[in-house]
């Protein structure tokens, strides 16, 4: 069982935390007065203004002595394209052979440099959420991916995220 101490309340938890946002980046740019109008937000897809199109995936980070990831829930966006054939995979019993598709990261995680619109490919999966690759560059998140993180990262995250401490 994956544990770690938690670097803000010193208690031990056990499991890996994971964190994801309810909708893309771009969605709360719309005032939220014009977002039932203007957005269709579903729990795997976003559609803003019938022109700009995301998709919900899982950015998965490996933890060093871990068997399981971390994982940022975040949103990509899709060309029209690519969107059409992710939603009408998403159904399918099996669709990772659909192939891949670029996308840019809608997100801001905390922790980390700017992190909205990074490259990205989006990976069909069957039976479960895509995963989201980042470009390899020398961003740290995308460094993180690559390499792992420590457990002592995973627990900053959490006291971050879990008790709102930290510096963003």
């Known amino acids: 069982m994956f544990r770690f101490k938690c670097s803000c309340c010193d208690e031990w938890h056990e499991g890996m935390p994971g964190y994801s946002a309810d909708a893309p980046l771009y969605f709360y740019s719309i005032p939220a007065e014009d977002r039932d109008r203007r957005c269709a937000l579903d729990a795997d897809t976003c559609i803003v203004d019938d022109q700009y199109y995301f998709a919900r995936g899982c950015l998965e980070i490996p933890v060093h002595g871990a068997t399981e990831p971390f994982i940022w829930g ?21 669709r990772a052979h659909l192939g891949s598709f670029f996308g840019w ?44 993180m420590s457990v002592d990262r995973v627990a900053e995250i959490y006291a971050y995220c879990a008790h709102g401490q930290g510096s963003a």
């Open 105 to 148: 990261l809608s997100a801001e995680l905390p922790l980390y440099p700017s992190t909205e619109n990074l490259k990205t490919r989006l990976h069909l999966r069957d039976g479960i959420r895509p995963s989201i690759e980042l470009e390899p560059t020398d961003h740290p998140l995308a460094v993180e991916q690559r390499n792992g």
């Open 74 to 94: 975040v949103w990509v966006s899709l060309s029209q394209s690519s969107f059409a054939t992710f939603k009408a995979s998403l159904d399918l019993a099996t």
